[in-house]
């Protein structure tokens, strides 16, 4: 654990909705320079957690049906599903004390 997963659509369902624990998703692509800026603040906080949150990567450019189901429109999209619902959802890039908050608030 404490690692991020890159999935795809095919794997949403196994990786995320059935996930025992919560699950952050980060839905970003390799254009995106908040995306990017932001990969770096989740690779930091992801250890963290370890245990306690799931962390993965959706590329909105090659997996468009999750992006589609979950209304996202900008990116870097976060989400945080627990159970299969969304709990919290953040959109642009953060610090890594928002998103520690963010996530912290979550769980």
Request: with cysteine.
């Amino acid at each position: 654990m404490g690692t991020i997963l890159d999935i795809t659509d095919p794997q949403f369902d196994s990786e995320v909705l059935a996930s025992k624990i919560p699950v952050l998703i980060d839905f970003w692509a390799p254009w995106c320079g908040p995306c990017r800026m932001l990969a770096p603040v989740i690779e930091e906080l992801a250890p963290e957690y370890s245990g306690r949150l799931k962390f993965v990567k959706i590329n909105v450019d090659e997996c468009p049906e999750a992006p589609a189901k979950y209304g996202v429109r900008g990116i870097p999209t976060l989400l945080i599903i627990k159970d299969g619902s969304v709990i919290a959802t953040k959109v642009g890039a953060l610090s890594r004390s928002a998103l520690q908050s963010f996530i912290d608030g979550a769980l």
